[in-house]
């Protein structure tokens, strides 16, 4: 098993930065991949971002391209969300996820993750 607790979500004014962390914990010897969703009230949730254990692989969706960044440490179990350049419509629950066997050239959909964290709130303000 594998825990995420994800932090650093809040209240930014449109413009502005945060920058979201996701600590793993259990049995995180592996390699898992790790991905970012979110949630808008009433939408489905989408894909976000991702990357693979070693880093050389990330997936940005079309939307948060140019004004988000994941990153890892697997020093500290942990990988970021970046954000830049916030818009109203970035408000959302941003979970994040992992999935093992994880490579570097692939894409996962959504049900492919395996572990998934509670959440973290972003709302971002006109």
């Known amino acids: 098993q594998v825990q995420l607790v994800e932090s650093g979500g809040g209240l930014v004014q449109a413009g502005g930065s945060l920058r979201l962390s996701c600590a793993a914990s259990?049995?995180?010897?592996?390699?898992?991949?790790m991905g970012w969703f979110r949630q808008a009230p009433g939408k489905e949730r989408e894909f976000v971002a991702a990357i693979s254990w070693s880093g050389r692989g990330t997936y940005y969706a079309d939307s948060v391209k140019g004004r988000f960044t994941i990153s890892r440490d697997n020093a500290k179990n942990t990988v970021y969300l970046q954000m830049n350049s916030l818009k109203r419509e970035d408000t959302a629950v941003y979970y994040c996820?992992?999935?093992?066997?994880?490579?570097?050239?692939?894409?996962?959909?959504?049900?492919?993750?395996?572990?998934w964290g509670q959440g973290t709130q972003v709302t971002v303000s006109s």
């Open positions: 259990g049995r995180t010897g592996g390699s898992h991949g």
């Open positions: 996820a992992a999935k093992g066997a994880y490579d570097d050239g692939a894409y996962y959909p959504e049900y492919e993750y395996d572990y």
